[in-house]
């Protein structure tokens, strides 16, 4: 029987930082993956320089980057352990990073060296405590018994492993969501959260591009390859999302940062809007050109939109395949009113396969916002696993960091 304070059961994001900082904090911490690489996701990520977290994220109100069922659950921890305390610990470390778009930080060299920095953490255990890493080693059973030391009634877990029985008094799932089957997730945090009663919240694809009926989307996908900036929206109320990103045509549908962002809303069956010149007045702009042009509408519209947009788009009516000069206002308000206001309803995404994040997950009604405990004494849950989804920018690092060390801390203090 191989005995620890902790077992961390995920060598993820979350999970490597949340042993990092109870290792730190004196704990005795065993980290299990079922994979033979760590932190797979970080690898793979913003291109392989990994877009670690987010310098716009408001501390006072983070929950307005995030979504779940209570968008708010993700604010203590979001609030305590900020992008600036993870930026200072990077460059701890000496990596060196850049902002690209938005507040969005990058890796100058490549997303390795936050590995390494990661594991570098796991290894800088102090006051006895100390980090050790199993993999590949899977898990294949969690029991939970609880033992009286010291007139305390104290949670004991018994997992079943690929290198023997562990015992532990406390568990952390940081086993990731369902996106990204190909390195590796799987469903089980969802199912070791069922195991002890605790209630999910329905999974799907997030931050995904969207793909529409293939005989509707022909006139469409010749455009594939085309980036343009757009506005882009879907829902209501509630369920509103709003973005100024850019937008990517595919043979299939629509991707890009627009679309990502949008995904996360979007619903089955229900369509999403674009303004495809958002910085443009088109119908001031086109009434103009009528006035003092001899061009073609395509050529006109060139000058606003990219051309190959443009061509694309007049050939959908006859009206609007001639020159401006002589186009009726009828049909030139119409083309405005269809470019800035077009709207689609996706027959479905791309899927888990392309999907950057998995929405839903475990309830957070069922969980601590302050410590990520469960109503299961000494099972914690963090990271991607929990019913938190952040914006497409380092969001959702953010709260893998800042939910990892909530939940060290917590153990921390923990009587033992």
């Known amino acids: 029987m191989h005995s620890y304070d ?25 980290v299990v993956d079922h994979s033979e690489k760590v932190a797979e996701k970080i690898r ?37 352990y900020t992008p600036q305390d993870f930026i200072a610990l990077v460059q701890r470390h000496g990596i060196a990073f850049h902002e690209k778009h938005k507040g969005q930080l990058f890796c100058d060299r490549s997303a390795e060296d936050l590995i390494q920095m990661l594991l570098a953490e796991c290894a800088a255990g102090a006051l006895g ?27 004991c877990y018994h997992l079943e492993s690929d290198q023997g029985l562990i015992e532990a008094g406390a568990v952390v799932m940081a086993t990731g969501g369902l996106s990204i ?55 209501a109320k509630k369920t509103h999302g ?32 674009l303004n495809l010149a958002p910085d443009t007045d088109l119908p001031l702009a086109l009434a103009r050109a009528k006035a003092t042009s001899r061009k073609l509408i395509a050529n006109e519209l060139a000058s606003l939109v990219p051309s190959r947009l443009a061509d694309a788009w007049v050939q959908q009516e006859d009206a609007w395949q001639r020159p401006v000069a002589e186009a009726t206002d009828k049909a030139l308000n119409q083309l405005a009113e269809r470019l800035t206001r077009w709207e689609l309803t996706p027959t479905g995404s791309e899927g888990y396969k ?32 929990v019913d938190v989804t952040g914006w497409l920018g380092g969001y ?19 009587p033992r």
């Open 396 to 414: 959702n690092f953010q709260w893998a960091w800042a939910s990892a060390h909530a939940c060290a801390q917590a153990l921390a203090a923990r």
């Open 44 to 80: 793979i990520s913003g291109g392989g320089r990994c877009n670690f977290t987010n310098r716009q994220l408001d501390p006072g109100a983070p929950q307005k980057y995030f979504l779940g069922e209570n968008p708010h659950f993700c604010r203590s921890a979001l609030s305590r």
């Open 242 to 273: 709003e973005f100024l990103e850019d937008l990517l045509f595919t043979h299939r549908g629509l991707s890009g940062p627009a679309v990502l962002q949008i995904s996360s809303y979007w619903r089955e069956g229900t369509p999403i809007r």
């Open 129 to 155: 405590g100390s980090v050790e890493r199993w993999q590949p080693c899977r898990v294949k059973n969690i029991a939970f018994s609880a033992s009286s030391q010291r007139g305390m009634v104290q949670p």
């Open 354 to 385: 392309k999907a950057e994040v998995t929405l839903g997950g475990v309830d957070t009604r069922d969980l601590s916002s302050q410590t990520m405990e469960s109503k299961q004494p000494g099972l914690y849950f963090i990271g991607e696993v």
């Open 181 to 235: 089957p190909k390195i590796g997730a799987t469903d089980f945090g969802y199912r070791v959260a069922k195991q002890f009663g605790l209630r999910l919240v329905e999974t799907r694809p997030g931050l995904v591009p969207l793909t529409f009926d293939g005989d509707a989307w022909a006139p469409y996908a010749q455009l594939a390859g085309l980036a343009l900036p757009v506005k882009i929206e879907t829902g």
């Open 6 to 30: 902790v077992v961390v059961v995920g060598a993820g994001a979350a999970g490597l930082f949340c042993a990092g900082v109870a290792g730190q904090l004196g704990l005795k911490v065993l």
